[in-house]
């Protein structure tokens, strides 16, 4: 079983920054596929971006590309996730995930992952 617990949001102005971090739990951490989600009131939750287990493949949605950067310190348990250049429509509730399954097909899928955060919050304003 993995815990995870996200931490890092809040609310910036358009054009700031903010860096997620999440921290899990358990000694196989370098062994999962790590992911981020947002769900944005009203919407349904989507993929934001992801990473292999030793950080040397990164995934992104067209929304974030250029913007956010994943990445990890498995010395750490630990994912994050920078957001740059913040927009209005970033304002979401934001979500870690981790998956155990192998290859990476599956990365932008919710029912590719095994275990969920609890969700941090982050507003933009304009």
């Known amino acids: 079983q993995v815990q995870l617990v996200e931490s890092g949001g809040g609310l910036v102005q358009a054009g700031g920054s903010l860096r997620l971090s999440c921290v899990a739990s358990g000694r196989t951490f370098s062994s999962y596929f790590m992911g981020w989600f947002r769900q944005a009131p009203g919407k349904e939750r989507e993929f934001a971006a992801a990473l292999n287990w030793s950080g040397s493949r990164t995934y992104y949605a067209d929304s974030v590309q250029d913007r956010f950067t994943i990445s990890r310190d498995n010395a750490k348990n630990t994912v994050y996730l920078q957001m740059n250049s913040l927009k209005p429509e970033d304002t979401a509730v934001y979500y870690c995930?981790?998956?155990?399954?192998?290859?990476?097909?599956?990365?932008?899928?919710?029912?590719?992952?095994?275990?969920w955060g609890q969700g941090t919050q982050v507003t933009v304003s304009s």
């Open positions: 995930a981790a998956s155990q399954r192998s290859g990476s097909s599956w990365y932008a899928k919710e029912l590719g992952y095994d275990y």
